[in-house]
């Protein structure tokens, strides 16, 4: 079956224990992209990349990291996670960029930081 | 500056209504995309529609409905005799075309829609 995973999709931790959220497509999707949503500011974008070893900044990159050292695998990153991190994320895929098919979502990983 | 406004926050029908849900975007490109996504309660998001600036068909599948009006920079969604299970967030959503455009997706804040049996 066509989909991303992510993992987990539930997360507790305290603030500055780094934390790797994973996301896997298996779909041979060349654009991934990582998402936060929260109440009232609706999905912002984090990071993307556009291939292996290419990525580069959203709207919020601050305070994540994110690497695409294969192209099915795009983790994201919390060096020192904050209570503002707490959030709900999704990672995405694409044919392209420009979402040729549509995006395809993970089942979203809600994180909460203490 | 690109720009998707959904200007319903909520709306509350009761099945078998018809309901639209509206979208208003701006973008000063003449290449773009537009998506709808439903969000049910259990979270995920759920890909409906992708279409082009250069295709403004209407289209129909099933219940659902797309209106692409550029003259009104408008992309309405109507589902017609409502169920239950339609109830969710509906996101609209826009990017841009182009090789050297920037690569993200600009959603609108959602609209929350109920079906009331």
């Known amino acids: 079956e066509a989909q991303v995973t992510q993992n987990p999709r539930y997360l507790i931790t305290v603030t500055g224990k780094k934390l790797t959220v994973t996301c896997s497509q298996n779909?041979?999707?060349?654009?991934m992209s990582w998402y936060r949503q929260d109440p009232g500011l609706g999905l912002r974008q984090i990071y993307y990349?556009?291939?292996?070893?290419?990525?580069d900044k959203g709207d919020v990159p601050e305070g994540y990291k994110v690497s695409r050292k294969e192209k099915r695998n795009f983790p994201l990153i919390l060096e020192s996670p904050s209570p503002n991190q707490t959030s709900l994320y999704f990672c995405?895929?694409?044919?392209?960029?420009?979402?040729?098919?549509?995006?395809?979502f993970g089942s979203g990983t809600r994180l909460t930081v203490v | 500056a690109q720009k998707v406004t959904q200007a319903q926050t909520e709306i509350s029908v009761v099945e078998k209504e018809d309901v639209t849900l509206d979208c208003v975007y701006e973008?000063?490109?003449?290449?773009?995309?537009l998506f709808w996504y439903k969000q049910p309660p259990s979270g995920e998001l759920v890909f409906l529609i992708r279409?082009?600036?250069?295709?403004?068909q209407n289209e129909i599948s099933g219940r659902y409905s797309w209106n692409f009006q550029k003259s009104t920079s408008s992309f309405n969604f109507t589902i017609t005799a409502s169920q239950v299970v339609d109830s969710a967030v509906y996101f609209c959503?826009?990017?841009?075309?182009?090789?050297?455009?920037?690569?993200?997706?600009?959603f609108g804040s959602g609209t929350r829609l109920s079906i009331r049996p």
């Open positions: 959503a826009l990017t841009r075309g182009g090789y050297s455009s920037a690569s993200k997706i600009i």
């Open positions: 279409r082009n600036s250069f295709d403004e």
């Open positions: 995405a895929s694409s044919l392209s960029r420009l979402g040729v098919g549509g995006y395809t």
């Open positions: 990349s556009m291939n292996v070893e290419v990525t």
């Open positions: 779909m041979n999707h060349e654009y």
């Open positions: 973008t000063r490109d003449t290449t773009y995309y």
